[in-house]
């Protein structure tokens, strides 16, 4: 009887193990696996790439963007100066060493106007070793490349002519963020070839049983809101993307010193449209495709003439410069010519706390009567200053 009591007790003991054992293994494969979740309803998984120095400084930062059907890679540079949580500026690099990835993601998608839900950082030793383990990387320029490579002293200016070269993990680096003789944004073209590579080259010419293995062993050395298995499925939809499919681009901006420190000023409403662009493959309007027509409708000299040298150095076409027919307009006008979408444009690129109105011919009909024989053909917008409106 009693060994009956004992060979229960194994029995029972073993199930339990069984079970533990099972849920363990269900729970691996679970968390391990793509949920799908990312993908849902055809959305795109938008994350924040940024790579760090040995330091621990920011020395790399893009968007990548990917859905299951294409991959865009959008570069920024450390030093553009955005908004942090509280309003005031900085740069997206003092931003990762101050509140940390999270809240950089956090900025860049205001300015880009996406949601950058996810964040991927990690040190970019951690991705020389992996380059050097699968024999470097293919890099394919389509123009002339200088750059300064700091590794010496002193520094070695380098030439890439166009074409595809490979390069091994450190030349790669190097390539992607040394020191550009144009500045932090000179070297963006660089980093886009770096990135195009490594999703065309590196990832999806590694086989992909041994892209879940390099993350899953490197899991520790990432810094990121994403899941293995969310890291796992990014990989395999970026493995999965054709070449042609995949597209990269950079920030449009300029640089300028502000109390001492050089930081990069994004153009917004250039970068906001270009992204755009490369996420839903549309040709979107730009500054270019806007021809205003500027008049004086307020009696402030030589405001017409300031305002459409404004307006030229942003990129748009100015077709005539004129006095309106009085200069008793009570708030400065965008009237509509042709597409409303042409007046957004405009407003975008006006100060922020500007007081324009954007009428019509049919709702402005008047004014519109008075004016019309003095618009040049082919004005898309007419810009009117009124009563307030001044441009330095």
């Known amino acids: 009887m009693r060994g009956n009591t004992v060979r229960k007790q194994v029995f029972v003991y073993a199930g339990i193990a069984l079970v533990v054992v099972a849920a363990a293994v269900i729970w691996i494969v679970v968390s391990q696996s793509p949920t799908g979740r990312l993908f849902e ?3 795109r998984a938008n994350v924040l790439l940024i790579g760090r120095d040995d330091a621990g400084a920011t020395e790399m930062m893009a968007l990548l963007s990917v859905s299951e059907a294409d991959v865009v890679l959008f570069s920024l540079p450390p030093t553009v100066r955005l908004h942090d949580a509280s309003g005031a500026f900085d740069s997206v690099a003092g931003m990762v060493a101050a509140a940390g990835p999270g809240a950089a993601a956090s900025a860049v998608g205001t300015l880009l106007a996406l949601d950058i839900p996810y964040y991927w950082a990690c040190d970019l030793n951690v991705l020389r070793g992996w380059l050097d383990a ?32 490979t390069y091994d993990g450190a030349d790669a680096l190097t390539f992607a963020t040394a020191t550009s003789i144009e500045g932090s944004l000179g070297r963006l073209d660089r980093q886009d070839a770096f990135l195009e590579a490594l999703a065309v080259d590196a990832v999806a010419g590694t086989d992909a049983r041994a892209l879940h293995n390099a993350i899953r062993s490197d899991d520790a050395e990432w810094e990121t809101n994403l899941s293995v298995a969310e890291m796992i499925q990014i990989a395999d939809a ?25 930081y990069t000023q994004p153009n917004v409403v250039e970068t906001e449209h270009l992204v755009a662009a490369l996420l839903k493959g549309l040709t979107l ?86 004016l019309r024989n003095y618009i040049p053909a082919g004005t898309d917008v007419v810009f009117i200053a009124g009563a307030g409106w001044e441009m330095e």
């Open 238 to 262: 970026v493995h999965s993307v054709p070449a042609d499919d995949v597209r990269a681009d950079h920030l449009i901006g300029e640089e300028a010193d502000i109390d001492g420190v050089t």
């Open 41 to 43: 309803d055809d959305q």
């Open 285 to 370: 309007l730009t500054p270019a495709d806007v021809n205003v027509a500027v008049f004086n409708g307020n009696l402030v000299r030589e405001v017409a003439r300031r305002t459409a040298d404004y307006l030229l150095a942003r990129g748009f076409q100015v077709t005539g410069v004129r006095n309106a027919d009085t200069f008793d307009y009570e708030t400065s006008y965008m009237l509509v010519l042709t597409e409303e979408s042409k007046a957004w444009v405009l407003r975008d690129a006006l100060p922020d706390d500007a007081d324009v109105r954007i009428v019509f011919p049919e709702t402005f009909a008047s004014r519109y009567d008075a």
């Open 134 to 165: 699968r024999a470097g990387l293919a890099i394919t320029l389509g123009s002339t490349a200088v750059y300064l490579d700091d590794r010496t002293d002193p520094a070695l200016r380098v030439e890439v002519r166009p074409g595809t070269q």
